[in-house]
């Protein structure tokens, strides 16, 4: 029968095929401690399963004690691991921070496109894309607008009917001017032959203002 001393020998220095797998354990389990001088407990059960830990060995286990030393650094004044990571969130929720800011402050910055809305003297209401024209020539038909900016037409004999018409200007987004343009209501405003569009060959090739809109 194998005596105490001669199993303790032969768990002190193991041999065969788990020889890798427990230098393995022992160096994760030293790993894990972080490399502080303390005991480590090498366990050896009624199967010959052997394990590394930290604390004494079960009552019907083999045990040898070995005591770890403290490996010095290469460089001892080099960061450690727990520094680095805590450095490495840092600067990214700084990275983070500074990128919604810069990109706040470019949204902020960045001018809407902007386009007209023209009211011609006689009731007529269209949108440009460019400037409205300063006056528009007199067609021959007397205008009148209510109280709602609605105008109707009606007919009226006289010089003064064609004389031009005074245009104001105002400018909106590119968003509304582009929404009161197709707007179903459209062909039911005084002046939506006005409007500024383009063909159908001009939207196809991506040159109609209110694309996107």
């Not at 105002?170 to 509304?176: A, G, V």
Request: charged share 25%; proline share 6%.
């Amino acid at each position: 029968m194998e005596t105490g001393d001669a199993r303790l020998r032969r768990l002190h220095w193991p041999t065969g095929s788990w020889c890798l797998r427990a230098s393995s354990g022992l160096a994760l389990l030293v790993f894990a401690t972080g490399l502080h001088a303390g005991p480590v407990y090498k366990c050896l059960d009624a199967h010959g399963a052997v394990a590394f830990q930290d604390t004494p060995c079960a009552a019907r286990s083999a045990q040898a004690k070995l005591d770890v030393t403290g490996q010095p650094l290469i460089d001892p004044d080099a960061p450690s691991a727990v520094s680095l990571a805590r450095k490495g969130r840092t600067t990214a929720a700084r990275s983070r921070a500074s990128g919604g800011r810069a990109s706040a402050a470019r949204t902020k910055s960045a001018k809407p496109v902007m386009s007209w809305e023209c009211r011609a003297a006689d009731g007529e209401v269209f949108y440009r894309h460019t400037r409205c024209p300063s006056s528009l020539p007199g067609d021959g038909v007397a205008r009148w607008a209510d109280g709602n900016g609605v105008s109707g037409a009606r007919s009226r004999r006289g010089r003064g009917a064609w004389a031009p018409v005074p245009v104001r200007g105002t400018r909106i987004t590119r968003e509304q001017a582009c929404r009161r343009i197709n707007a179903t209501a459209t062909a039911g405003r005084d002046g939506h032959e006005r409007d500024e569009k383009v063909s159908a060959y001009d939207h196809s090739m991506g040159r109609d203002p209110c694309r996107g809109y």
